[in-house]
């Protein structure tokens, strides 16, 4: 799965999950702020990666990434989402934890960890204690 794909899977969680909006993501294995956003509401998630320039969303349970042109199936299981990225046919389930995103890539067998930023604020993260 491409670390674009993952980035936008977190951004997507995390507003489908906690019903806030994001304002960009800290890419903790990357170790850069990704300019991403995001906002879910009435069953629809709107987004914007602003590193690639491009648009993402949809009626769950598709998602469609407009730069890579693939869709992504995403479904809420609890407190987590689950689902299928058709560009890499890859499996994936991701969690928020104290406003931490977690994706796990079936595919490589890891975890990826990803903090949001605060709209509010946007030089803010949701957690109270932020990345180094």
Do not use: C
């Amino acid at each position: 799965m491409h670390a674009h794909s993952r980035a936008m899977i977190a951004a997507a969680a995390f507003a489908i999950l906690t019903s806030k909006k994001v304002a960009g993501i800290y890419d903790h294995s990357a170790k850069r702020n990704l300019q991403i956003a995001a906002e879910f509401r009435d069953g629809r998630l709107q987004g914007f990666d602003g590193d690639r320039a491009v648009k993402f969303g949809g009626t769950l349970p598709e998602l469609f990434d407009a730069g890579d042109g693939t869709f992504v199936s995403i479904e809420i299981a609890g407190t987590q989402v689950k689902g299928y990225d058709r560009g890499s046919s890859t499996f994936f389930t991701a969690e928020v934890n104290d406003d931490l995103v977690q994706v796990y890539e079936h595919g490589q067998g890891a975890w990826f960890a990803y903090d949001v930023q605060d709209p509010q604020s946007v030089s803010d993260y949701h957690r109270t204690d932020r990345p180094a």
